[in-house]
């Protein structure tokens, strides 16, 4: 089986402890306050506002305001000194070893932020790509098409022979829908139905996979009996 692997970025390759994901969400929070003259309380409930109706803040404020210029949103929200946060991570590489088949990082955030963070986490060289809210054109994760078009720029693989890693329950959703497995890392973990597996952190993905796998093979020979 040829196996191909969707992994989300930001909080999932590297954990919100490194304090890089909050830092993030902050110039977020800043971006909503300076562009639309909003005190931080208002921007922090504009905020859960439109990820609620629209999945993202950024596919809300296009909503709202059609001239939003996702480029520049994004260019500001990642203009943080990355290094200060994230640095080479030798077991994340040794993770992302373990796992046969093709990786893709699939990202509501842009290409130019997810090169950055892989170079400097040292594993630019395991992935055979980046999948960006670009390529997925402006449809982020939620949404059904997002995942739709992922696979389609992966070339075509089956829902059944793909799984998507991602820190956000709500994404991983719509995959399971699909077809597609859905393993959930959360530093909360505790088995949840909605998903495959839940893993505390994306270290321990290689053995959340082995018992998957071997789980999925007594399923089918049972199938078969
Ligand atoms: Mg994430």
């Not at 909503?63 to 480029?71: G, I, K, V």
């Amino acid at each position: 089986m040829a196996w191909v692997w969707f992994f989300d970025l930001d909080g999932t390759l590297y954990t919100d402890r490194t304090g890089l994901w909050p830092a993030i969400s902050e110039r977020i929070t800043l971006y909503l306050q300076k562009f639309l003259n909003l005190t931080r309380e208002e921007a922090l409930t504009l905020r859960k506002q439109l990820m609620a109706t629209y999945g993202t803040t950024l596919r809300g404020l296009q909503a709202l305001y059609p001239s939003t210029d996702a480029a520049a949103y994004f260019a500001f929200v990642h203009d943080l000194p990355l290094e200060d946060y994230i640095g080479p991570d030798a077991r994340l590489a040794e993770t992302l070893a373990a796992l046969p088949g093709t990786k893709w990082v699939f990202t509501n955030a842009d290409a130019a932020h997810a090169q950055r963070v892989l170079r400097l986490l040292g594993v630019e060289d395991a992935f055979t790509g980046v999948i960006d809210l670009f390529a997925i054109q402006g449809v982020p994760k939620p949404l059904p098409e997002a995942y739709q078009r992922a696979l389609a720029l992966a070339g075509h693989p089956r829902p059944e022979q793909s799984i998507l890693v991602d820190d956000q329950r709500r994404n991983l959703l719509p995959a399971k829908a699909l077809g597609m497995y859905a393993i959930w890392v959360t530093p909360e973990a505790e088995a949840d139905d909605a998903v495959d597996a839940v893993i505390p952190d994306v270290y321990h993905l290689p053995e959340a996979w082995t018992r998957l796998v071997s789980q999925a093979g007594v399923s089918k020979e049972e199938r078969t009996c």
